[in-house]
């Protein structure tokens, strides 16, 4: 019986590499991110596909619900921060607006970190929760064209 080997962590693995992938799901996840494989003669495909958007989705949503559980992991949430809800609205601005920074390498205007919170987190967890409506808002910014094709 095979077992997923840390497949919640959504790992992607070139069908080149060696040792080769324990299980075809991480494989798979790169070659609909656009990898190619010499070994299975597949060329690199860099357009944007439904099965590119759907893994990217999938991936950025685990891999920042990790990185916001990782404890001591200062680089999303700085030490000291925590990640407060909608009640305190500025805390959570303040964290969008160091996202900015961290995803996209600019300062957002007021108007941008207004809209990611009002578009995006408060809808997620008037949904949900606080912690869910934090990994969809940093979800959103590695789905971003800016960050995907920079």
């Known amino acids: 019986l095979k077992t997923a080997q840390g497949d919640s962590d959504y ?3 070139s069908p ?9 799901l ?8 656009g990898g190619g494989s010499a070994m299975l003669q597949i060329a690199t495909d860099a357009t944007p596909s439904p099965s590119f958007l759907g893994t990217i989705t999938q991936v950025s949503q685990a891999w ?6 990782k404890p001591g992991n200062d680089a999303l949430v ?5 990640l407060a809800g909608s009640d305190d609205a500025a805390a959570v601005k303040n964290i969008i607006r160091r996202w900015f920074l961290h995803f996209h390498a600019v ?3 007021d108007d941008e970190v207004d809209a990611v919170y009002a ?7 008037a949904e949900t929760d606080a912690k ?3 990994v969809g808002t940093c979800s959103s910014f590695i789905r971003h064209p800016g960050w995907i094709f920079y």
């Open 107 to 109: 300062a957002a205007s």
């Open 119 to 125: 578009s995006v987190f408060v809808p997620l967890e």
């Open 26 to 33: 991480p494989a798979e996840r790169f070659a609909s991110l």
């Open 16 to 24: 080149d590499s060696i040792p080769g992938p324990y299980e075809g």
């Open 64 to 69: 920042c619900r990790i990185a916001l559980d």
């Open 132 to 134: 869910t409506a934090y």
């Open 11 to 13: 790992p992607m693995t």
């Open 78 to 82: 700085p030490a000291g921060t925590t």
